[in-house]
């Protein structure tokens, strides 16, 4: 069984964790959503090795995600939001 980490959440007063699978026009669209506390996480960074909000000796899931993604799935778009205290994740998949 695999567990979603959701450090940021979990440090809320209130956590948060969303998510929704959707099929539609030839794809399917897969999105999580959490809250988190504390400091807003850089868009620009979150894909570079070592990048976390939640201290040192981490940075590795969204790098590898967006690794694996990049050389293996041209069918597969990964997007990523904030919006208000939520970070978000749409994984687009596109069938082949």
């Known amino acids: 069984m695999k567990y ?3 450090e940021s959440a ?7 964790l969303y998510v ?3 099929n539609k026009n030839n794809y399917v669209t897969i999105v999580i959503e959490n809250n988190f506390f504390g400091q807003k996480p850089k868009i620009h960074k979150i894909y570079e090795e070592g990048y ?3 201290g040192k000796r981490r940075g590795l899931g969204l790098y590898s995600v967006k690794q694996i993604l990049d050389k293996k799935y041209y069918n597969a778009f990964l997007n990523t939001s904030i919006e208000g205290n939520m970070f978000v994740q749409e994984l687009w998949i596109k069938y082949i």
């Open 4 to 6: 979603i980490n959701v």
């Open 10 to 16: 979990q440090k809320s007063e209130y956590p948060k």
């Open 20 to 22: 929704c699978l959707v």
């Open 52 to 54: 976390s909000t939640n």
